[in-house]
């Protein structure tokens, strides 16, 4: 019998003991890998899971020893891919090579039959009638069946056309009446007309209507005569006025349900004392007691520089050392700059009417804290100039509006108007938009220039007021300059020997703006023909190879390196 004090020996430990220690359970193969490639698993290869064999007695269990992999900055340096790459970060995507913008161009469903027809015009329902100073008859209509230009979206009309298949056969148009007259869509709601649309009241109070030309650059003149106003003659118990009007000039970021001089986006002139108003802030401008009255005629004159320098304006490349000089001097390079308009646009159908919807300007911070100022540490307290660091601040040299009342010059209300050109005005983004029909879908790239930007006559009136706009070329009161002009579609006859009776080319006089809106219809159509081109030397016809390439929604293309917009611009203009 052993002793109990003895030493015992030690237990002998068998292998039996570790071997029933709980082990991890090896999955079958492939049902443990991902079913779509991942970050850690690009290749969507299945990864083979080893159990590694108990431990012999005496050893030490550890972490499996890891080979040292190549760092990403060695493996790219020897240019490696592969496995052992497929774990490092995505490398970058590939920048697209530049190119010039072009429109973004969407799938739509064929045209219908009844979108080749010839567009109409709003549905005119009388509504009241009035007899002005002279004793004439003016019948107002309410007009219906057309959309507005608000929310954001800007319409104009399109027909479908079979020589635009790459466009999928939609293009500008015109309904009747034809001609400079007030835009019916681009008027508040409340608002009458005529059917020329050139005489405009309403019931209601202030609201404005802009007119269907856009004055980008040169000098144009129109004229508005009071038709219902402050009374000129008034009678032992007739009231003081028939209601109040506003004349000016707006750009399209500035509101319809306000009056023409509300915010930083018009400029406009008041009948009451005939002051001169801008951000809501009248100041003097007419003789004191000096109104404007019913009959009264009162002229506008407008002068922009040329696209050229607006441009460099607004790029922050003007120097009023270098480029006043060019401007006088018209192109002293030979060098001719084509706006490069990009209208981004879907066709619409509302009612019995086809339009093109895009997405319109919107206000800027800039100029909303220059209406209203704060004493925050943002407020910048640099007055507006050509050099201004905020685009939407900055001014055009040698811009004005002139005043005539009964063919009387009245003086230079203002000076310096604000820019333009994007990215002075800036479009509403996707998010802004929102949705409305199709053009919710329409990401605004808001610093585009669609061609719509500019400096339109308007008119506000309010509660009976009333005007009659008159765009030329026969004015009641033409400016000085302007009645030295040829009639239009004459010829100048010019005595032999005697030059001197002959105008010069270039030479800068006033413009009647019914001229604009012959202008604006050969851009429409010289665009059109630009975009249609475009998109067919692309293969982008609607049997094209590329066609099922574009997304339904709608996909930015651009054209090819080296040029595209421009060339086809010149080429059409020489044709």
């Known amino acids: 019998m052993a002793d109990p004090s003895s030493p015992q020996p030690p237990r002998e430990t068998t292998p039996s003991l570790i071997s029933s220690i709980p082990q991890k359970r090896a999955l079958p193969d492939d049902t443990h890998s991902p ?52 774990r490092a970060s995505p490398a970058p995507k590939p920048k697209e090579q530049p190119g010039e913008m ?11 039959i009844t979108d080749f027809d010839l567009p109409r015009g709003p549905v005119f329902t009388s509504h009241h009638e009035v007899q002005d100073s002279e004793g004439r008859s003016i019948e107002f209509y309410e007009t219906s069946d057309h959309v507005y230009n608000k929310k954001n979206f800007h319409y104009t009309h399109c027909i479908a056309d079979p020589t635009f298949p790459s466009m999928f056969y939609y293009r500008n148009t015109e309904p009747e009446p034809y001609g400079a007259h007030l835009n019916f869509e681009d008027a508040a709601s409340h608002m009458y007309f005529d059917q020329q649309g050139t005489h405009v009241t309403s019931d209601k109070g202030f609201r404005m209507a802009r007119a269907n030309v856009a004055v980008r650059e040169g000098r144009w003149y129109w004229e508005c005569k009071v038709t219902r106003g402050i009374l000129k003659n008034k009678n032992e118990g007739d009231p003081e006025s028939h209601g109040h009007i506003r004349l000016g000039f707006a750009r399209r970021e500035a509101s319809l349900d306000a009056p023409v001089g509300f915010d930083a986006y018009s400029y406009g002139i008041r009948d009451k004392s005939g002051q001169k108003i801008h951000m809501s ?20 004159e407008i002068q922009l520089p040329s696209e050229r320098l607006h441009r460099k304006v607004v790029q ?14 018209g192109h002293p390079d030979g060098i001719i700059e084509y706006p490069n308009i990009i209208r981004d646009r879907i066709p619409i159908r509302f009612k019995a009417h086809i339009y093109f919807e ?18 925050g540490p943002n407020n910048s307290s640099e007055p507006p100039n050509p050099n201004h660091t905020s685009p939407a601040l900055r001014t055009l040299p040698n811009s004005y509006i002139k005043v005539y009342k009964n063919g009387k010059f009245m003086g230079t209300p203002f000076t310096d108007l604000l820019a333009f050109l994007p990215p002075a005005s800036r479009m509403v983004n996707n998010q802004q938009a929102g949705g409305s029909g199709g053009a919710g879908v329409l990401g605004g790239r808001d610093v585009l220039d669609d061609g719509s930007v500019g400096y339109y006559p308007a008119v506000s009136v309010f509660r009976g007021g009333a005007v009659e706009c008159n765009f030329g070329p026969n004015f009641w009161y033409p400016p000085p300059e302007f009645s030295q002009q040829q009639p239009q579609g004459e010829d100048v006859i010019v005595a032999e020997g005697d030059a001197s009776q002959k105008p010069e080319a270039g030479e800068n006089q006033p413009r009647a703006l019914a001229d604009r809106y012959d202008e604006q219809i050969v851009e429409d159509i010289l665009y059109d023909i630009v975009d249609e081109v475009g998109f067919w030397s692309l293969g982008l016809g609607r049997g094209g190879s590329k066609d099922e390439k574009l997304a339904e929604g709608g996909t930015g293309l651009a054209m090819p390196p080296g040029g595209g917009r421009e060339e086809i611009k010149e080429l059409v203009q020489d044709d």
Do not use: C, W
Request: net charge negative; glycine share 8%; aromatic share 4%.
């Open 316 to 329: 922050g490349h003007y120097n009023p050392a270098v480029d006043l000089i060019a401007e006088d001097e």
């Open 102 to 112: 072009a429109p973004l161009r969407y799938k739509l469903a064929p045209p219908k």
């Open 35 to 86: 079913a779509v490639p991942s970050p850690l698993n690009p290749d969507g290869k299945s990864q083979k899971v080893q159990i590694q064999p108990p431990a012999e007695e005496g050893t030490t269990m550890g972490r499996e020893k890891r080979t040292k992999k190549e760092s990403l900055k060695k493996r790219e340096s020897k240019g490696a891919t592969g496995g052992d790459s497929s």
């Open 281 to 300: 802030r009248p100041k003097d401008f007419f003789p004191e007691g000096e109104d404007i009255k019913e009959g009264d005629v009162i002229g506008l």
């Open 358 to 375: 895009k997405i319109d300007y919107h206000t800027t911070k800039e100029l909303e804290e220059l209406m209203n100022p704060s004493s």
